[in-house]
């Protein structure tokens, strides 16, 4: 079975910053991408950053240039440096994770249980 643990969210003064990690655990065969989302309260979810095996990243618009993904592919964690936070970042976070559980097998989205992020203004 496949579990995604989050951690490292919190509230922090606007300016200030965050560190969010995610570590895959489990039977699988291979992770192809992992990312963040999050979802404020009455807003639908929206992607945050997303980084491939390879290393190719991708950020939504509204946090460009100050958050960063980044991932350790040995021990099948993703991080999310988060930099210059402002109040409408306040959402609840969620690692995803696009994997396959057998050679050749489909891409299974995976999601983490969520963890707030709290920026006060």
């Known amino acids: 079975q496949v579990q995604l643990v989050e951690s490292g969210g919190g509230l922090v003064h606007a300016g200030g910053s965050l560190r969010l990690s995610c570590t895959v655990s489990?039977?699988?065969?291979?992770?192809?991408?992992m990312g963040w989302y999050r979802q404020a309260p009455g807003k639908q979810r929206e992607l945050v950053g997303s980084i491939t095996i390879s290393g190719s990243t991708a950020y939504g618009d509204s946090v460009k240039d100050r958050f960063t993904i980044s991932r350790d592919n040995a021990k099948n964690t993703v991080f999310l440096q988060m930099n210059s936070l402002k109040p409408e970042d306040t959402a609840i976070y969620y690692c995803?994770?696009?994997?396959?559980?057998?050679?050749?097998?489909?891409?299974?989205?995976?999601w983490g249980q969520g963890t707030q992020v709290t920026v006060s203004s």
């Open positions: 995803n994770s696009r994997l396959t559980a057998w050679s050749g097998g489909p891409i299974i989205n995976y």
């Open positions: 489990g039977s699988f065969f291979s992770i192809n991408a």
